[in-house]
């Protein structure tokens, strides 16, 4: 029905040259000690993704600064040396085998459940419960603090020093999270954002933070080190939120962000599929609308592991590249069971029913329900 995908043809992203379309899409999973500094374990996990085919690896959201920026107890950071050294491991071992690695830079805002004292663009209640599995808090989300200007300073210089790490370390580039309801989206989104400044009121005001980071980071690192940007409509704590006025809030952001500077648009889902996340309330494609207006690359997200999906995805021209979630965890070689027409797998959240480390992942695959690779 749709013409062939080239799914497993390489890209560019910039001077980023991918050996094909298929993202390992971020993925949380609090595996540190408690210090922020990534482990042997990590290591491994993303090694393997990377040995399975995948033409790009995103890590997990890490935290940009002391201050209020963590999300979960035992998220790896990037804020200091160790913490650093720890990634630069994961950055060699990741490209000795054949893969290119993005860093995903994440400050959780009012949905930490690490702190008790957060921070957000303005002092309104979180919608609904915090995560579980991530973090003994648990319940509303404590109501945070409105941030004042020197602040947001500190936020965005948090990213730009990260970003900076990042490049030491050797990373291919940063992913800037601005999606799925943390601190940047909060101030992107209308109900959580009411602040009377230059970064509240209209939708270019409200997405002033990001394209501020975008382009701080983009003056800080090298020119051929890839800075993107991750939006969405729906939100850990809000799944079926669509932006207020579809594709006219579409036009404003993508506009700023490649003004900007990003080298990409990753448009994800909030786990509930492509259509759902993606798409306006009158039926119109975001990613669509961003390639189109920007030219940039732009990742698609949300069940995209199912071939036939993804096929149509790129074959529509909503993307240039897919990037698997749950799909890659229970398939880390997702893209060479493709090229070798072995079964691609379910994912199947027993995967979590005893944690959502790294380490809990590998026992359950030990076990009789775990992957055969
Ligand atoms: C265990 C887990 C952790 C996640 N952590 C992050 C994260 O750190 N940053 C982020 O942008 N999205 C995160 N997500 C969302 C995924 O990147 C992705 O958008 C979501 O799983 C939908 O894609 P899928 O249908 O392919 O699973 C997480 C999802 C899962 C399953």
């Known amino acids: 029905m749709f013409k062939e995908s080239p799914i497993l043809e390489n890209v560019s ?17 609090v595996s540190t000690p408690g210090d922020g500094v990534p482990t042997e374990a990590m290591e491994k996990y993303y090694r393997r993704y990377a040995e399975g085919g995948f033409g790009l690896i ?12 963590q999300a979960y107890p035992n998220q ?31 400050h959780a805002g009012a949905l930490s459940q690490h702190l008790s004292n957060t921070r957000s663009a303005s002092s309104i209640q ?42 030491k370390a050797g990373f291919d580039g940063v992913e800037i999270h601005a999606a799925n309801g943390y601190l940047l989206d909060q101030f992107l989104t209308d109900y959580t954002n009411d602040r009377e400044d230059h970064y509240g009121g209209s939708v270019e005001n409200r997405c002033r933070l990001s394209t501020e980071i975008t382009a701080s980071i983009k003056r800080s690192v090298s020119d051929d080190f890839v800075v993107g940007v991750r939006v969405s409509q729906g939100k850990v704590n809000d799944a079926n939120y669509l932006w207020p006025n579809g594709i006219s809030d579409g036009k404003i952001i993508f506009n700023s962000l490649k003004r900007a500077g990003a080298d990409y648009i990753h448009f994800a889902s ?20 961003a390639r189109q207006l920007t030219g940039l690359p732009v990742l698609a997200n949300g069940g995209l592991d199912n071939l036939s999906e993804a096929k149509r ?48 992942q590998f026992k359950w695959e030990e076990t009789a329900g775990g992957i055969r690779l």
């Open 76 to 106: 790896p950071g990037i804020t200091n040396e160790q913490q650093e050294k720890g990634w630069e491991k994961i950055v060699r071992s990741t490209h000795e085998a054949g893969g290119k690695i993005i860093l995903q830079l994440m």
């Open 270 to 289: 909030e786990g509930k599929g492509f259509d759902h996340g993606s798409l306006t309330r009158d039926g119109e494609s975001l990613p669509k609308l």
């Open 313 to 360: 995805i790129l074959g529509e021209g909503h993307a240039d590249l897919v990037a698997l979630g749950t799909g890659a965890l229970a398939n880390p070689d997702w893209p060479i069971r493709l090229q070798s027409k072995n079964k691609i797998h379910s994912f199947n959240p027993e995967m979590f029913a005893s944690g959502v480390t790294i380490e809990d």
């Open 126 to 167: 979180p919608l609904r419960h915090m995560l579980m599995g991530y973090s003994k808090k648990q319940g509303v989300y404590p109501l945070p603090h409105a941030m004042n200007l020197s602040e947001i300073d500190e936020v965005e210089n948090g990213f730009c020093h990260s970003a900076m790490r990042a490049e």
């Open 58 to 69: 995103i890590t997990e959201g890490v935290y940009t600064d002391r201050f209020f920026s």
């Open 13 to 29: 992203v910039r001077q980023m040259h991918l050996k094909n379309r298929v993202v390992v899409a971020p993925m949380t999973r």
